[in-house]
């Protein structure tokens, strides 16, 4: 419900909030928490809202970091739906992908940074070398 009543002037409240909730420990209330981050990061389109997409993207990329799975794996999979919104903030993702994708466990999380890697591998000097070994099969971890 919170996501539904952010707005130009509250979003980053808004977030701060839902990262509240992150840290809980119902696995679904984190999960929905980060959802809510992103579709607020989704929802603003024009570039005034421009600063309230990177406020969100700084805080996901600092949740894919964190050493809880379900959180990594969700912040991953939302950082896909804002930068397909959002793809000039790519240079806020690109650099963590590489390390991501070896930490991260569930195939969804997984699954979404290797199309991140995919989409923005131009911006990841190496890329092609994660995406051999992911074609390879090597295992990560």
Request: one cysteine or more.
């Amino acid at each position: 419900m919170l996501s539904k009543l952010a707005n130009e002037k509250n979003a980053a409240d808004v977030v701060s909030e839902l990262g509240e909730y992150v840290n809980d420990v119902d696995v679904r209330l984190a999960r929905l928490s980060i959802r809510a981050m992103a579709r607020i990061g989704c929802s603003f389109k024009g570039s005034d809202d421009d600063g309230i997409a990177g406020y969100i993207v700084a805080k996901l990329v600092e949740l894919v970091e964190l050493d809880i799975d379900h959180v990594s794996a969700q912040a991953a999979i939302s950082l896909k739906d804002i930068m397909r919104r959002h793809p000039s903030k790519s240079n806020l993702v690109c650099p963590i992908l590489p390390a991501a994708l070896k930490f991260i466990r569930e195939p969804s999380g997984k699954a979404a940074i290797v199309w991140m890697i995919g989409e923005f591998g131009s911006e990841i000097n190496e890329a092609p070398y994660v995406m051999e070994k992911v074609r390879g099969g090597c295992e990560w971890g």
